[in-house]
């Protein structure tokens, strides 16, 4: 009996123990499926080719851009108004190019909503695209929740037709980027070193710019030139250093410290909407989450560049929750008042992104404006499902068509020349 137990003790000899590379193998996949892009949808040797075929269309465009930008560029020695024109066109084309690698490369639904306070300037056309109807002045703020926010963001500003006009403040060390740097200077974008006392007279200088008005054909139906602000008020996506720097910073100012988003920092967005408040009237907040990243991970970890664009695990949706305030309506006189007044707006996008973890999608406006003056009554968008495409599906050509048409051109002078020289005998 005894040595019937001890057999029952041990497996039959048939039964292998799992290895350690097959237990580390079994949670590998176990962690792709729990993925909230899902499981891995390409295998190397398609994610090979989609890297090729990504590297060679956005690399492409943007040699395509920044060429055509130099073309442009004498411009400015000649008529100014064309010059920035020209910019705004390239500018646009980068809208584009963003707008189409994502509807290729990374398809994903988009959840848009707001609250009472943009009532009537979200809309969702007949084919199925979003319309913002926004102004064309405003600054913008918003969360940071993964590197690729400004992708959205950008696709934003192509649904209002303001992909042109959209101005981002940037490290300044991203300047030095070949192609990208430089197009990027060409922009008007703004660099920052991130020391105030070294960046703030080189601020004040581009913000100025920003407040002109000139007279070409990308100009706007105003007299100032259309500007979206792109401002990210944490400073920095939101990951495991920047939750902790934001605990440190609540600490350090004895306040409770966010759930789901970091603590703003109010001196930049303080000093650019004084710069701008007599040409500005109304700030946009936009909050934005990634469908399935769990509490306490961050999306940054979770999509990356590679599990976006080239495992085919791009987020499920992203869900954005827009607001707007009356310029007037801020408190920008005291420093300290302005600092308190963003820090309640950002708890309240805390409360936001918690009631999206909660409930799966932001509260929206379904409400109704009644009509004033003869027009139509206004009503809350509710939610509006949609996905980032282009309108038109051939709207990337445009990307090349500048180049084409100087190639064409120089093609044409060339021959041109030619001719003339036969003509006198000179060759």
């Known amino acids: 009996m005894a040595t019937e137990g001890l057999k029952m003790r041990h497996p039959a000899a048939s039964v292998q123990p799992i290895s350690i590379q097959e237990k580390k193998a079994e949670q590998k996949k176990m962690a792709e499926q729990q993925h909230p892009g899902g499981a891995i949808k390409h295998g190397f040797w398609d994610q090979a080719l989609r890297m090729l075929l990504f590297f060679l269309y956005f690399n492409g465009s943007c040699i395509a851009i920044s060429v055509t930008q130099i073309i442009g560029s004498p411009l400015y020695f000649y008529d100014k108004d064309l010059f920035y024109a020209w910019m705004a066109m390239t500018k646009q084309q980068f809208g584009v190019l963003c707008t189409t690698m994502t509807h290729w490369w990374a398809p994903v639904k988009m959840r848009v909503c707001g609250d009472e306070s943009v009532r009537g300037q979200l809309r969702q056309s007949e084919d199925g695209r979003l319309e913002c109807d926004f102004p064309e002045r405003l600054v913008l703020i918003s969360n940071h929740q993964i590197y690729t926010d400004w992708v959205y963001l950008w696709w934003i500003a192509y649904t209002s037709r303001m ?148 495992q085919g695990r791009s987020p499920k949706s992203v869900n954005m929750h827009w607001r707007r305030f009356a310029i007037k309506d801020i408190p920008l006189a005291d420093e300290k008042q302005f600092s308190d007044w963003l820090l309640a707006r950002w708890r309240e996008k805390d409360d936001l992104l918690e009631y999206y973890i909660e409930n799966g999608r932001f509260p929206a406006d379904e409400g109704t404006t009644p009509a004033v003056n003869a027009g139509k009554p206004l009503k809350g968008a509710g939610y509006i499902e949609t996905e980032v495409r282009p309108s038109n599906p051939l709207e990337f050509l445009q990307i090349f068509l500048p180049l084409a048409a100087f190639a064409l051109v120089v093609n044409v002078i060339l021959k041109f020349v030619y001719i003339v020289l036969r003509t006198l005998r000179l060759r």
């Open 163 to 310: 992909h042109g006009h959209l101005y981002i403040i940037l490290k300044e060390s991203i300047k030095y980027i070949p192609v990208l740097g430089t197009g990027m200077m060409f922009y008007g974008f703004i660099f920052l070193s991130r020391k105030w006392a070294t960046d703030k007279e080189r601020f004040q200088y581009r913000l100025r710019k920003l407040s002109s008005s000139h007279s070409g054909p990308m100009s706007g139906s105003h007299y100032l030139d259309p500007m979206w602000l792109l401002i990210f008020p944490e400073g920095t996506n939101l990951s495991p250093n920047g939750r902790v720097a934001s605990k440190k910073w609540a600490d350090k100012n004895n306040i409770p410290d966010l759930r789901h988003a970091m603590l703003p920092r109010s001196t930049g967005t303080l000093f650019c909407l004084q710069e701008l408040e007599k040409t500005v009237e109304y700030m946009y907040d936009c909050t934005v989450a990634y469908e399935g990243v769990p509490r306490g991970q961050y999306g940054q970890d979770l999509f990356t560049l590679r599990s976006t664009y080239f």
